[in-house]
């Protein structure tokens, strides 16, 4: 999903950019200035008020005009001037007779010049146009509504003639009685030879008092720049929509149909094709979830292979005490001789015993399946865990010797485990050895770093996090003895559940038989499940031959802060 809004940001960054480019092209179209004068009426208002201008100069000869126009400039934002029409480009020609009538040119998207015809081969121009700032809006429209009091205090100047006129030149104005405006204007209009803003309705007008008359002139209303920005905003969320809705649209159908992929792996391997993935490559937006489905459907088929594969290697050592069992109790009741029936209820008994041990370590090993690690590690003594085991194996007198070795230049005598799961590796590894050593087993720690799978190319190993560093720091506890060891052949086999020690060819001339492993050893068991919790600590096993003759067993413990609390 993270690709997807990466995609829909840098598309909308692109549409973005566009529009900034194209927008202030079609505005300019539109006749739009950079501000639209506060109010974009103020632009209409002064071409309204230059056909005004226009009229009165076609009653005045070439002197009189030029007198009149020098006269009229002080009054505008801008210098007026008469130019011949076929100076003009031939585009702003064409619009001077078209029939709006004017030209506004544009300097860097500023109004820079305005411009209406004054009969058939001359134009009045305005400009340079004054770019007022904010708010200045009766300086602009100034030399409009002074134009209009000239022309209002003629002596002969009607209201009706005035209105007429403006209303010919399309110019908004407004004859209005001084008592129809509110006081606090009436009474600055009597004060203030300037024109004055006020709002009426919403709506925005320019009032102008007229010397010697019982009126006002009010020029308006004026559009409101909230309306012009309103539409502004329309025009480019529009816009906007319409450039981005395809693009869109194409981007969630690719999305979709990727996801979709991944749906229907899901839905196969929900029907039972556990080899089915999804493909991770090609999925795009989908990749992470492609990826953690893929994931999840190797790690579940390998846990269903693993339990098949269980429930078979059960059932084949289940059969041997139960055949144990069936024969011994037909021949019960064919014995006469006490001592030959007590000799078969012991078989008996031990058939049972190894039922009983087959399920117990079965259960254990289904209880420790959970690849996740463990919550409760702490900082353990490996000597004081050692201690207890050293009583429990060395009641015998002939048995192997449980020593610590803390020789080695980097020996430590701690290491970061669940205390419990600690306890269960270290009493499977010993009791292990403890059947097969001769006269020693020796226990040993060194900090280290976690080797990687090349660095142990040719040993046994099982990794539960693939991605650990090779340089991660660990503690390398070691389980070796002195007894015939396992095999090479037998390394990769050591660690998989169900297959006995004694089952390896390594074994069968053995001149010294393993001891009773119903004390302290088991049905093959035991090895799968210090893997499978040295996994669940994020660490590695290895088998190997030991210097000592027998067997050896390296397991890494990945190490945490020693400041944490140690535990003995």
């Known amino acids: 999903m993270k690709i997807l809004f990466l995609k829909c940001a840098l ?18 179209r539109e006749h739009f200035n950079d501000r639209d004068r506060i109010q974009s009426g103020l632009v209409r208002l002064q071409i309204a008020g230059l056909r005004l201008a226009a009229q009165k100069l076609q009653q005045l000869d070439a002197q009189q005009q030029l007198d009149w126009l020098n006269d009229q400039s002080s009054n505008w934002p801008g210098a007026l001037k008469l130019l011949p029409v076929a100076e003009l480009p031939a585009a702003e020609q064409s619009q001077l007779q078209s029939r709006t009538g004017f030209v506004c040119r544009y300097q860097h998207g500023f109004i820079e010049y305005v411009m209406v015809p004054s009969g058939p081969r001359e134009c009045l121009q305005l400009g340079p ?283 430590v005598d701690q290491v970061y485990a669940d205390r419990r799961a600690f306890q269960h590796v270290l009493r499977n590894l010993i009791g292990n050895a403890w059947r097969y050593a001769h006269g020693s087993i020796q226990v040993s720690a060194c900090s280290g770093r976690l080797p990687s799978p090349a660095a142990l190319n040719g040993s046994n190993t099982a990794r539960i996090q693939q991605q650990t560093a090779s340089d991660q720091p660990c503690v390398c506890v070691t389980v070796e003895d002195d007894g015939p060891g396992i095999p090479v052949s037998g390394h990769s086999e050591a660690l998989t559940p169900l297959v006995s020690l004694t089952e390896q060819p390594g074994f069968t001339n053995s001149v010294s038989p393993p001891r009773n492993r119903s004390q302290h050893g088991g049905y093959g068991m035991g090895l799968a499940i210090v893997k499978r919790l040295v996994e669940q600590h994020g660490g590695t096993i290895a088998i190997d031959t030991s210097s000592l003759g027998g067997c050896r067993v390296r397991t890494w413990w990945p190490s945490q802060n020693s400041s944490e609390e140690i535990i003995s």
């Open 11 to 28: 598309l909308f960054t692109i549409v973005s950019f566009i529009s900034a480019g194209a927008f202030p092209f079609v505005i300019g």
């Open 129 to 411: 146009v004054l770019t007022f700032s904010y708010g200045f809006v009766e300086a602009e429209a100034r030399g409009v509504l002074l134009l209009l009091r000239e022309l209002a205090t003629a002596p002969a100047a009607t209201p009706e003639q005035l209105q007429a006129s403006a209303d010919q030149c399309r110019l908004p104005m407004q004859i209005r009685r001084p008592q129809d405006l509110p006081a606090e204007l009436a009474n600055r209009l009597l004060t203030s030879e300037q024109p004055v803003t006020f709002f009426e309705n919403d709506q925005c007008f320019l009032a102008l008092s007229v010397p010697g008359k019982e009126y006002v002139i009010c020029a308006g209303p004026l559009t409101k720049i909230r309306e012009v920005a309103m539409s502004v905003m329309y025009t480019s969320v529009t816009a906007n929509t319409i450039m981005l809705a395809p693009f869109l649209a194409v981007l969630f159908f690719i999305a979709s149909r990727r996801f979709g992929r991944v749906e229907k792996a899901a839905r196969l391997f929900s029907t039972g094709n556990l080899d089915v993935r999804a493909d991770e490559h090609g999925a795009g937006e989908a990749a992470a979830l492609a990826k953690t489905f893929n994931q999840m459907a190797s790690r579940t088929a390998d846990s269903m292979q693993a339990k098949t594969q269980l429930l078979q290697l059960v059932s084949h050592e289940l059969r041997t005490p139960l055949a144990r069992l069936r024969f011994a109790l037909e021949l019960l009741d064919s014995s006469d001789n006490p001592q030959q029936k007590h000799r078969r209820l012991s078989t008996i008994n031990n058939s049972l015993d190894d039922l009983e041990a087959i399920v117990s370590e079965v259960l254990d090993f289904v209880r420790n399946e959970r690849s996740t690690r463990l919550q409760s590690q702490v900082w353990l003594s490996i000597p004081e865990v050692l201690q207890a085991f050293q009583v429990s194996f060395g009641n015998d007198q002939d048995a192997p010797q449980i020593v610590w070795n803390d020789d080695a230049a980097e020996s």
